[in-house]
Structure formats: structure tokens, C-alpha cells
């Protein structure tokens, strides 16, 4: 027999059996469907976390002077002045540090601000373009300091919204506005967005100012009070930690890293808070994604089991009628695949749609796990053909009598 | 001589219990010929039918069909035999249920790759044949017993076996309709088809020109027009 009629029978035989077939297939629907739906939801959940770890900076290292890393206690820092925008060069420069995507010198003293009306005691942090960059910095209004600033030594100024309503009062603009601080007057040209925090770390209390005027005019002085590192990925983090290390060493001429002059410190312990609380969401959905599996394996495997007996008699019968073991199984398996594979496609659309919506409605991020597809339909459509052919073969190896009067 | 067996016996075992449904049953039948097989339920009749109609085997014994040793015959030679040597009409009908009248006659045309029109020209023949004409297009639950055993009888029909099988054809159903299917197998016994039947109707089995009475799995009279013999006890 033509395998395109043994298809066509395979055909004929789900649409004339239409509950049979239905509900075959809505086993496998649910069975896909649910482990994509529930793979995105998590990977959604997961990748929400990442972005709100990373706006804190995740990929961060910070080069201090002065402080002396001994088993893992780390002394006061800041002490010394051996930071200087050379190494910060270096660092950019050197073809030792390959995993450095941008380094922000930085200096930072409190001074007093003032305007016209009134005065606070804020940050003073003087800065490159590349800060922006490193701090995950943004600009609600204006511009943040740029190059030509540092290369001129412009007395501009980029408040941050605390400082702004602090000197100026509850939503004032700013810009255009000026500022005095130790005696030098500032145009202030941005204010940044808020980032939350509150207190001494606030970020959202401070005043950026290009380096070069900081330090030259506001400070004088020449060291750096740190360099802060965007490394590449989250991966390269301790490579980097080390080369930027050495390179360091080398600079200052120093051989024990024990007597290092500086520090570096990463944000290790946010990125190992956030491993392991990936890890855990991760065996997480593995757990709740192998139950769906599990489910919607059991419904294929059930729909396909119980309609065994009807399927015994009706294979004994097509053996009566003349038909060939292998033309059976083909049958058999036929239906199966074509049953399974309609099956997955539908369940793969809904578990996208799902997602989709999920997304939609919660305004988080829409992940489309493919592994999460490959993954439910290679099982389903695995289980779904094994118990199709499973009971078929075991019924065509029957004599047609014992098959006609199976019960 | 199409059909020898000897010394057919076949044995169920169920648990501890065995069963001899047949018990050393030996005989010949000749081209053309219209035989009845006649017994009390349990005689081993339908047991028999299957191992006749090549959908069981025998526990012991040679059965050599057109001069073949049928147990020696692999899986697929043994389809093709119940393909288009012999038609089978069974008891209980068996169609496929949810199936048109005629797709259910054309199972066995599609096993053995008739042309599609061809199959389907065939199967309506056959259908108008045995009077169902109008009810092509019905499936088995619409089709009363009699009219359902009907599609069976064209569905056996349809490969033009040279020896029909039929177990109890007019068990289900009334007498007026007992009668059409009587008179189709003596028009087919006409046009030379051998015919084999089991029946428990003396009204039925007098269409037959051979009958054959089996008691406890063993044949107890056969007035066949050849050998009439009484068989050892």
C-alpha cells in the first residue's frame, strides 16, 4: 500500500473520529502549551530581576586607593592619593584588560553649594561623560557633562533632583540657573532622573561637574578618589577584578599584592545574592515545568490507552480485510504523528499567546523560551507517538480473532 | 480439491482448564462447492471458520488451502490470502463504525491497491448488488442488521475470493431478509464460488448441497454428495 493512501486513511479515520481525535489532541495542546506558558512566565520573572540588578550596577568594579585587602577584611579607604587618571587610561588602553567596557574616573568631596536664596551641603562629584554610562545614569532634562567639558574644564553643573529641590524648591527647572560652590560659579545644564535611596548614599543628592574643573579648580588636587569599571558581562567580572589587578601592581611598581595600594571591589555580593536567587527560581521552573510535562504526558498517554480496545477490534478487523502488519503500523503511527504534531502546533500557539498576554496585561517582558518549546513538544509528541504505536504494534502481532475479540 | 484439513485440533487454555474447541477434525472440500457446517453452540464451529479463514491457527493439524501448507505461510503471504482468496462475512458484521457503507467496502480494495476509481465503481456495484444501492453513504448505526450484514457479504465480495466465508450471515436478522442473502449465495455458488457457512437454521443449511454436523469439536455426520460417512466415534 502507497504510503499518500496509508496517509489518507490515517486522515480519514481522526476526522470520522472526532471526539477521539479532539481530545487526543487537546491532551497535547495542554501538555505544550502549559510548559511554554509557565517556562515564559518565569523566564519573564527572571529577566525583571536581572534588569533591576543590573541597574544597580551589576557588572561594577570600583578601583579605590589607600585601602589594603587582607582575608577578605578591607580597611578604610581613601586614605591615599596613588589613583590618578593615568591608570585610569591604562586600564582603558591596556591590551592586558580585554573585558573593560568603560571606566569612569571619578572625584568626590561634599562641599557647599549655594544659590541666591539658599545654600546645602552636598556631593561634589567630578566626572567624565563616561560615568553616565557606568551608573546607569539618566537625564530627565539637559544634557550630561560632556568630553569637551573635561578637555576645557567648563563650570557646568548636573544636579541630581534632591539637590535641585533642595536649592531651588519643589519642582523648579533649573536649567540655566547657576550655582556657587567654593567661590566659582556653575551653569547648571541637566538634572538627572531620581533613582531612589536616601540619606548619606543617595544618589540623588549630588552635583556632577566635569573632572578636570573639580579638580583642579574646586579640589586641587591630581589623584582620583576611584575609578569605577562597567566589565563586559556579568562572567567576566573576577577576570577582570584580577587584570585590572596586575595591571595596577605593575603601574605602581609594586610585586606582593598583599602591599596593593588600592582596592577593588566588585558587586560580587548583589551578583552571588542574585546567582543563587536565579538558581533557585531556576530549579523552580524546572520543577513546575517537568509537573506540566508530567500532566500533560499522562493525559496524551491516557487518551491514547483508553481508546485501545476499540482500536484492537478495528486493527483485527482491518487484518481480516487483508491488511499487512507493517501497513497497520504505518497507519497507526501516521495518525499518531499527524495527531501529535496538529497538536503541538496548536499548544505551541496558545503557550505564546498565553505569554503574550501575561506580558501584556502585567507590562513585563515578554520571553519566549525556545528550549522551553523544543523541550514540551520533543516530549509530547515522543509520548504521544509511543502510546499511538506501542498498542498498535502489540495489536497487529494478535492473530485477527484474538484482536476482533479483544476487551 | 481447494481446501484439506487434518487432524485439526485446537485446544484453549484458560487457567487450568483447557478446552478442546476442536478435536482431530479431518475433511476435504471441492471447487465450487456449497457446504454448511451445523452444530450446537460450543460445537467449535466459529473456532473452525477462523482457522479456515486463515484468522487463527489450529493448536495441531495441516490445513492446505488451493495446495498450500497454510501454517508454513508467513504474515504478510497469510494477509494476502485473507486479502483475495477468501471473503469473510462475519457474525457481527464488524464494519468499521462511523464509516459510509461504502468506505467500509472498500477496506479490502484499498489493502491490495485497486485503483481508487476502480475501488469505488466496484463497491457501489456491490452494494446495488446486494440491494443497498441507495445507502452508500450510511454508516453502520443507520443500517439495520440486516442491511448491515449485507454491506459485509459486498465487502467480502469485492476481491472476488474464490471461497466465501460465513459465519451465522443470517443469524441477526429476520427471515424475509434471511432469504435475499440465501439467494445471493446460491447466485454466487452459481458463478462458481466456493461457499462455506455455519448455521443452526435446518431451514438455512437446506441451500447448501454438503452439510457438515460438529459436536464437541469433532465431525459427528457429513453427507457429503462424495463421502457420506459416518466418522469414528
Known sequence: MLFSETFFESLSTLAVNKLRTGLAALGIVIGIGSVITLMSLGQATQKSIQTQIQSLGANL?????????????????????????DDAKAILSSSEVATVKTVSPEVERRMQVTTGK???????????????????????????ITQRDVDS??????????????????GADPLGQTIRVSGKTFTIIGVTVAKGGSGFMSQD????????????????????????????????????????GYLLLARHNLSDPAKADFTIMSQQDILNTASSMTQTFTTLLSGIAAISLLVGGIGIMNIMLVTVTE?????????ALGAKKKTIITQFLT????????????????????????????????????????????????????????????????????ALRYE | MIIKVSHLSKIYKTGEVEVKALDDVSFEV???????????????????????GALDKPTSGEYILDGKNVEKLSDDELADIRNKKIGFVFQAYNLLPRTTALKNVMVPMMYSDVPKAEREKRAKDFLEKVGLGDRLYHAPNQLSGGQQQRVAIARALTMNPSILLADEPTGNIATNQAIEVMEIF???????????????????AEYAKRIIHLRDGRIVEDNGNRHRRKVRK
Open chain 2, 186 to 204: 446460491e447466485d454466487l455458488n452459481e458463478a462458481g464460488h466456493t461457499i462455506i457457512m455455519i448455521t443452526h437454521e435446518p431451514e438455512i
Open chain 1, 311 to 319: 482500536r484492537t477490534r478495528e486493527i483485527g478487523l482491518r487484518k
Open chain 2, 30 to 52: 471441492e471447487k465450487g462447492e456449497f457446504l454448511a457446517i451445523m452444530g450446537p453452540s460450543g460445537s467449535g464451529k466459529s473456532t473452525l471458520m477462523h482457522i479456515l
Open chain 1, 118 to 144: 539658599s545654600n546645602a551641603n552636598t556631593e561634589i562629584v567630578g566626572v567624565t561623560p563616561q560615568y553616565e554610562e557606568v551608573h546607569k545614569l539618566e537625564i530627565s532634562s539637559g544634557n550630561f
Open chain 1, 205 to 244: 543628592d549630588r552635583v556632577y561637574v566635569p573632572l578636570t574643573t573639580a579638580q583642579k579648580q574646586l579640589m586641587g588636587v591630581r589623584y582620583l578618589n576611584s575609578i569605577a569599571l562597567e566589565a563586559a558581562n556579568p562572567e567576566v567580572m573576577t577576570d577582570t577584578q584580577n587584570q585590572v
Open chain 1, 153 to 170: 574644564m567648563t563650570k557646568v553643573a548636573v544636579l541630581g533632583p534632591t539637590t535641585v529641590s533642595n536649592l531651588f524648591g519643589e
Open chain 1, 61 to 85: 568594579l570600583t578601583v579605590q586607593p589607600g585601602a589594603i585587602r587582607q582575608g577578605g577584611v578591607v580597611g578604610a579607604m581613601g586614605g591615599r592619593t596613588s589613583l590618578t587618571l
Open chain 1, 335 to 402: 495518525e499518531a504523528v499527524i495527531l501529535t504534531f496538529v497538536g503541538g502546533i496548536i499548544g505551541v500557539f496558545f503557550g505564546i499567546l498565553a505569554s503574550f498576554l501575561y506580558a501584556h496585561f502585567t507590562s513585563s517582558a515578554f520571553v519566549i523560551s525556545f528550549s522551553s518549546i523544543l523541550l514540551a513538544s520533543v516530549v509530547s509528541i515522543l509520548i504521544g507517538v509511543l502510546f499511538g504505536w506501542y498498542p498498535a504494534q502489540r495489536a497487529a502481532n494478535l492473530q485477527p480473532i484474538e
